[in-house]
């Protein structure tokens, strides 16, 4: 296993997963204050740009490996879960949202696997739709896991609406991915 710099921002991702998720098992007295809300917004916040920044800087000093082309996307996926779930706990996102956002990413997680398999995996390639339902997600959790007004701007509302622009990317990417796959699912059923 390769261990490199950006590796090591993505096992910092997946180590702040605990993080975020111990903070809602603070005392109450820290939910009143909002330091609570604030903390695990701001945490989210750091991993989501480890984010961009493990990948970033692997393509910048060619520290590509297939192990961290596993590790990020599962990493990305543990945290979104893991938020969706805290945020499921408050009743801050609909169940129906979580579990078609889950749902998906396990869906596609099993599909990639499966045409990685059969040696089909560039017709389940990152697409577009990923990366704009990926970038909504990452914008409303922290929105909705600070859940307070910020400079006048509701990030109940933002978040609230980002979630569902989300879910709808979300089946739509689903879609097209599953179309790609199809004539494979197909050849091999």
Not at 91 to 101: E, K, P, Q, T
Not at 159 to 166: D, F
Request: aromatic share 12%; with cysteine; glycine share 6%.
């Amino acid at each position: 296993m390769p261990f490199n710099i950006p590796i090591a921002l993505t096992w910092l991702r997946i180590a702040m997963i605990p993080l975020i998720v111990g903070l809602y098992y603070l005392p109450d007295a820290w939910t009143a204050s909002g330091w609570r809300d604030c903390a695990a917004a701001i945490a989210f916040i750091v991993a989501a740009a480890t984010d961009w920044l493990d990948g970033w800087l692997a393509r910048r000093w060619n520290q590509t490996s297939a192990f961290g082309a596993f590790l990020d996307p599962v990493a990305d996926k543990l945290m979104v879960c893991a938020a969706l779930l805290i945020l499921l706990d408050l009743g801050r996102v609909d169940s129906l949202i979580a579990l078609v956002i889950i749902g998906r990413e396990i869906a596609i997680s099993a599909l990639r696997e499966w045409m990685a398999k059969i040696g089909a995996s560039s017709s389940v390639a990152v697409h577009w739709l990923g990366k704009f339902k990926t970038a909504a997600q990452m914008i409303a959790i922290p929105c909705l896991l600070y859940w307070q007004p910020l400079e006048g701007v509701s990030t109940r509302v933002v978040g609230s609406v980002l979630i569902v622009i989300a879910a709808i990317l979300t089946v739509w990417s689903m879609c097209y991915y599953l179309k790609k796959a199809w004539p494979e699912i197909r050849a091999r059923a």
